[in-house]
Structure formats: structure tokens, C-alpha cells
């Protein structure tokens, strides 16, 4: 028997990137060597010192039990540790921190904590696709803000109507941003402190690319902003940071309701992950950061190369700020998806259409620098053999 969907099932966007994986796999299957770079899926491995750490915290009877509902105390304590020493930001671990399952799980949920049918929710486009799925789950409506190059990839709030700011509940932001690479400062983040403070809606803050800006600037935490506790959250991943995508481990931190309503959703609906992990997080955390370190070299030199490459076949592309993601503006003469079809087609390299993220993504494919500094040259090297670009 084949059972109907429920309705908030059937209102779940369609996941746009599972057709492009589908096209990747049948030419593979064709024998084809194909440059993956559609993904964001870091292609490196945690290090070693953390996955020891699991290794041995696995051993602890303690945590063959159930773990503490809302997490181990340690974790948390970590947490805020991990704020004090990164940004400065002084937080509770007892009311302003919130384990979650990964940051997916957290940006989600976020829609059901806060929104109710009709309620309205302030989106980045291009933006992260699931956000929208929570959103979709909760019957909530959005207003779109567009991220465009004119205005470096920042929401304009002068373009939101008055009437939208003040229906808000709210609004989704992510900086360092997938897909666009862009990177905020303290002074947009101040300003939006004043408009969430102004007209009452709260602010989620997705720091998912947290640790990744280049050319030495340190991406801006939301909570540096004074007033931001007031008025919303910031979530983390330790997916990125650490490559630990696989592990399903992150935190949200600030606003004391909004982080205990992800508590509540969470009680009802887990139980909280691993204690060995919780443990190898921890550590991640709170010991020495030196494969942080050489992770953003790793990216900024990946970048310099591959960016440098498409500079010089006659492609402009900007220099990405943060993020491990390149958002290339396509050429005259080509939506999104044709170019990103050509590219995978006659190239073999796979990239991601920008509409996919959004209608405003339209006119851009991204890039992830999620392979070696060899592939990403030698996918550089395919896309001139097109003969598309011509050099000044
Ligand atoms: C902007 C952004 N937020 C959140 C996530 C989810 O990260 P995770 O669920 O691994 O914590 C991703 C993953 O690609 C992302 O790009």
C-alpha cells in the first residue's frame, strides 16, 4: 500500500540539487572523471587529534547511557569558552546555549519555535534552501530580501516595506554566505541589531562558515553586535571548522527564550547526541587551533589558484571573502543551468546553478574549492578548452 503525505510533507520545497547529483552519477557511471565541485561537503578530514579524542571518550561507560536531554554541562561550558576566546561574547551556558543535531537540524526547527501559520519570515535570496523547508513546515509566509553584487551581497533594509518590517517574526541572515562568499562587518550587523530592536522580530544568525575569511580578516560574529542577546541567535556548526560534517554536531547561542524554545523542540523530539562526541567536541573546541589555521590556508590558497586561473583565461570573477565557495557570474548568453549543464557536460566539471538557491542566484553558478589545488587548476584548465572566455 502506498500511504498519502501529510500536507506539511507535500509543502516541502523540491530539493533543487538532487536532479544535478543524479546528471554527475549517470556520467560517472559512463566512465567519465568529473570535477565535483556542486557540493559543500568538505573533502578533508577532521583531524586527528579530535577523532583520537572520540576514539578513547567511546570506551566511557557513562556514555553508553542515554546523554543529558539538553546536552552534557561540559559542552556548553565549552561553548562559552569557545565564544570568550573567538569573539569576546560572554554567554550562560545554563540559559544561552542549545546543542543541536548539525545546524540543518537548528535551521529547521527554528521556524517551528517561533512561527506560526501566516507569520512572516525575512529570507536572503540566494540564500541556504533549508531555510525555506522550515518555513514551509511551520505555514509561514517570507518576504525575500535580495543579495545582489551592487549592494555586496548585504540585504538592503531600506527596500524592505514598511509593512513587511513590521509583520516580521524573523529573519534568516548568514555571513561569511553560501552561496555568494560574501562577508558582513560589525557595522551591518549593528544596524541590524537597531531594525530587529525596532520592530520586534528576531534575528537568526547562520555562522555555518564562522572560522573561513581569508586575506586575514576575521569573519564578525552576530554577537559582537551590542544588543544582538536582545534579539536573536547565532548558530554554529562544527562541520566546517573542524570538518566534521559527518559527525551531526553544532550549537546555537544568545537570546535565552529562543534558545530554550530549541531546547523544548528538542526534548520532545531526541534525546541528545553521543557523550563521546559531545566529549570530542568539546576538545575540538577548547584545545589548540592550529588545524583551523591551516584549514583557511588550505581554502585561500585553493582559491588564489583557481580564481587566478579563470582571471587569466578572461572569466571575471570576484575574490571570494570567506566561505569555501566561489560565485562565479555566468557569461552573456546562458541562464544558470545551461551554463552549469555546459560546464558539466563538455567540461566534466560540476558546479551549482545559482538559481537554485533563489531567484536572485539566477545569472551565477557556485563553485566549491572542495578538491586539490591540482583539480582545481585542471577544472580551470577544462573550462578554457571551451574557448568561451577570450583573454584581454
Ligand atoms: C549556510 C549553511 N548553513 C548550515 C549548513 C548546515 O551545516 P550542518 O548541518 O552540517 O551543521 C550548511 C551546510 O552546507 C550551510 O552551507
Known sequence: MDFPFSDAL????????????????????????????????????????????LKEASDNPAYHKYSPFRGFDFLKQAVCDFYDREYGVKLDPTTEVAIMFGSKTGLVEISQCLLNPGDLALLPDPGYPDYMSGIELAQARTSLMPLTAENDFLP???????????????????????????????????????????????????????ALGFDGEKP???????????????MYTLSKTYNMAGWRIAFAVGNASVIESINLIQDH???????????????ALTTDQTCVEELVHTYESRRDAFIGHLRAIGW??????GTFFVWLPVPRGYTSEEFADLLLEKAHVAVAPGNGFGEYGEGYVRAGLLDTEERLLEAAMRIEKLGIFSKA
Open 10 to 53: 507535500k509543502r516541502l520545497p523540491e530539493q533543487f540539487f538532487a536532479g544535478l547529483v543524479h546528471k554527475v552519477g549517470l556520467l560517472e557511471k559512463e566512465g567519465h572523471d568529473i570535477i565535483k565541485l556542486g557540493q559543500g561537503n568538505p573533502d578533508l578530514p577532521t583531524p586527528q587529534h579530535i577523532v583520537e579524542k
Open 220 to 234: 564578525q560574529s552576530f554577537l559582537q553586535s551590542e544588543g544582538s542577546k536582545e534579539v536573536g541567535i547565532e
Open 156 to 210: 538592503d533594509y531600506d527596500a524592505i516595506s514598511d509593512s513587511d518590517l513590521e509583520e516580521a517574526k524573523l529573519m534568516f541572515l548568514n555571513y561569511p554566505n553560501n552561496p555568494t562568499a560574501a562577508t558582513a562587518d560589525q557595522k551591518f550587523f549593528d544596524k541590524t541589531v537597531e531594525l530587529a530592536k525596532e520592530h520586534k522580530f528576531c534575528v537568526l544568525h547562520d555562522f555555518a562558515y564562522g
Open 316 to 321: 571575471e570573477v570576484p575574490e571570494p571573502k
Open 269 to 283: 523530539v531526541y534525546v541528545s547526541l553521543f557523550g563521546g562526541m559531545q566529549e570530542a567536541a568539546a576538545y
